[in-house]
């Protein structure tokens, strides 16, 4: 049998592709951002602060020389999540990547949130998801290839007190993604969910320092630490890029052992 030929480091090139990041201004969404830059992606930032969007665009291409631009848009719309796609076909005439990075969390026990805070998280963190995915997933099948990478999380995967809102959309996503994977896998479409630990981003600065953190968040994971944001950004490209060229349905932990506890 002949010998596969193995491509090596020039399969995390990402050079000549197009990645929407939604949430991309800040936080997780930023750092993938960066890193898919860093491999020579072209980027769209979509989130609803224009002014944020446009700022973290503009440093995506001072700090990377790529082609960076921002988009405003409720992800939880149709309408704006199809204009979405729309303005990226005009101005780069292909979409191959769509991390789905927005969402939300809030925090409490179930007797003190209240049932609209518990449909505002699913709406943003699972319905924003998958609109988002409906949207783009016409025109990479008609390529017939495309990349989809869902921001699922741990509490995706494991339970924690006082987050039934967003371990229950998470667990949504975790299953969306599974069941689209099967769905797009004939269309030469991966889909694939990345499932964070506990990094510290703005949505989690408030806990950061409580005894809840100490003792069931970073206290929990095998590192004892949080993560630093960098270090989501070789997960992203991975499976962004012909590197993850197998990858289907995976869920991806990057959460410093927390779920091998």
Same mark, same amino acid.
């Given at each position: *049998?002949?010998?596969?030929?193995?491509p090596?480091?020039?399969?995390?090139?990402?050079?000549?592709?197009?990645?929407i990041?939604?949430?991309?201004?800040?936080g997780?969404?930023?750092?993938?951002?960066?890193? /898919?830059?860093?491999?020579?992606?072209?980027? *769209?930032l979509?989130?609803?602060?224009?002014?944020?969007?446009?700022?973290?665009?503009?440093?995506?291409?001072?700090?990377?020389?790529?082609?960076?631009?921002?988009?405003? %848009?409720?992800?939880?719309?149709?309408e704006e999540?199809?204009?979405?796609?729309?303005?990226?076909?005009?101005?780069?005439g292909?979409?191959d990547?769509?991390?789905?990075?927005?969402?939300?969390?809030?925090?409490?026990?179930?007797?003190?949130?209240?049932?609209?805070?518990?449909?505002?998280? /699913?709406?943003?963190n699972?319905?924003?998801?998958?609109?988002?995915?409906?949207?783009?997933i +016409?025109?990479?099948?008609?390529?017939?290839?495309? =990349?989809?990478?869902?921001? %699922? =999380?741990?509490?995706?995967?494991?339970?924690?007190?006082?987050? @039934?809102p967003?371990t229950? =959309?998470?667990?949504?996503?975790?299953? *969306? @993604?599974?069941? /689209?994977a /099967?769905?797009m896998? +004939?269309?030469?479409?991966?889909v694939?969910?990345?499932?964070?630990?506990?990094f510290?981003?703005? *949505?989690?600065?408030?806990?950061?320092h409580t005894?809840e953190?100490?003792?069931?968040?970073v206290?929990?994971? %095998?590192?004892?630490?949080?993560?630093?944001?960098?270090?989501?950004?070789?997960?992203?490209?991975?499976?962004?890029?012909?590197a993850?060229s197998?990858?289907v349905? =995976?869920?991806?932990?990057?959460?410093?052992?927390w779920?091998?506890?």
């Open positions: *049998m002949q010998r596969e030929t193995l090596g480091i020039k399969q995390f090139d990402l050079r000549g592709r197009v990645a990041i939604t949430g991309g201004s800040k997780l969404g930023l750092a993938m951002a960066a890193g /898919l830059a860093s491999a020579g992606a072209t980027i *769209m979509v989130n609803r602060n224009a002014e944020e969007g446009l700022a973290a665009a503009q440093e995506l291409t001072r700090d990377f020389g790529v082609k960076a631009i921002a988009f405003k %848009a409720d992800i939880t719309q149709q999540t199809e204009a979405m796609v729309r303005a990226a076909l005009d101005e780069f292909q979409i990547i769509l991390i789905n990075s927005a969402g939300i969390n809030i925090r409490g026990a179930i007797d003190e949130i209240t049932p609209d805070d518990f449909t505002k998280v /699913l709406d943003v699972v319905n924003g998801t998958w609109l988002c995915c409906r949207a783009v +016409p025109h990479m099948k008609q390529r017939g290839k495309g =990349s989809i990478i869902n921001l %699922a =999380s741990t509490l995706g995967l494991v339970g924690l007190s006082n987050r @039934t967003y229950a =959309s998470k667990g949504a996503v975790v299953q *969306m @993604t599974r069941a /689209l /099967l769905e896998a +004939p269309f030469n479409i991966n694939n969910a990345i499932c964070p630990g506990p510290l981003t703005e *949505m989690n600065i408030p806990i950061a005894d953190a100490k003792n069931f968040v206290g929990a994971t %095998a590192l004892g630490r949080w993560g630093h944001l960098r270090e989501i950004q070789g997960a992203a490209i991975f499976l962004a890029s012909d993850g197998y990858m349905g =995976s869920m991806l932990t990057v959460d410093g052992g779920t091998a506890k």
